[in-house]
T-cell receptor
Framework: GQNIDQPTEMTATEGAIVQINCTYQTSGFNGLFWYQQHAGEAPTFLSY??LDGLEEKGRFSSFLSRSKGYSYLLLKELQMKDSASYLC??????????WGAGTKLIIKP | DTAVSQTPKYLVTQMGNDKSIKCEQNLGHDTMYWYKQDSKKFLKIMFSYNNKELIINETVPNRFSPKSPDKAHLNLHINSLELGDSAVYFCASSQDGSGVTDTQYFGPGTRLTVL
């Protein structure tokens, strides 16, 4: 079966750095997405990785290792507005997006 | 100038009723989707549809049916509503449903409550 694992919840301090991990087992791989979802709102796109390595975009970076079936989202200089759920999703061989359950990130002052 | 819009935002109804949720995208995308997000916040794909193919998640009851009058619209019709249908339903669209351009843009969601 297809499976995407992420921690259910994480807590971090304002101004700090946090890494949210995602491991996946899917039938094929055509890329991995990270989405952010604030409570009561729709998911919004953060990043897309299809090649191994680190993609940096401002305070957010996303890393992919295809051989390990592993990705992480790195958030730097955390702000209170970063409190949200972070969803990992993998595009499988049929170009279907398989979603993780999301990681709820709580930022404390 | 909202990219993906859904109506209504909230829907409260009785068990057994039939209801529809509308979705429109003005991005010129070819593929649209319906997701269900339950109380555990897990997004589950229900349907994906472009002008060529409808892909149905086999776990979706046949009480749910997508209807697409044109490329910019994908409405969700639900027959004989049940208590377990209560959830937030998200519509989304992507450029062509494959590859790099498959970034999905989500509508604001419709919170359905079945009493």
């Amino acid at each position: 079966g297809q499976n995407i694992d992420q921690p259910t919840e994480m807590t971090a301090t304002e101004g700090a750095i946090v890494q949210i991990n995602c491991t996946y087992q899917t039938s094929g791989f055509n890329g991995l997405f990270w989405y952010q979802q604030h409570a009561g709102e729709a998911p919004t796109f953060l990043s897309y990785n299809v090649l191994d390595g680190l993609e940096e975009k401002g305070r957010f970076s996303s890393f992919l290792s295809r051989s390990k079936g592993y990705s992480y989202l790195l958030l730097k200089e955390l702000q209170m507005k970063d409190s949200a759920s972070y969803l990992c999703a993998v595009l499988d061989s049929n170009y279907q997006l398989i979603w993780g359950a999301g990681t709820k990130l709580i930022i404390k002052p | 100038d909202t990219a993906v819009s859904q109506t209504p935002k909230y829907l409260v109804t009785q068990m057994g009723n039939d209801k529809s949720i509308k979705c429109e995208q003005n991005l010129g995308h070819d593929t649209m989707y319906w997701y269900k997000q339950d109380s555990k916040k897990f997004l589950k794909i229900m349907f994906s549809y472009n002008n060529k193919e409808l892909i149905i998640n086999e776990t979706v009851p046949n009480r749910f049916s997508p209807k697409s009058p044109d490329k910019a619209h994908l409405n969700l019709h639900i027959n004989s509503l049940e208590l377990g249908d209560s959830a937030v339903y998200f519509c989304a669209s992507s450029q062509d449903g494959s590859g790099v351009t498959d970034t999905q843009y989500f509508g604001p969601g419709t919170r359905l409550t079945v009493l």
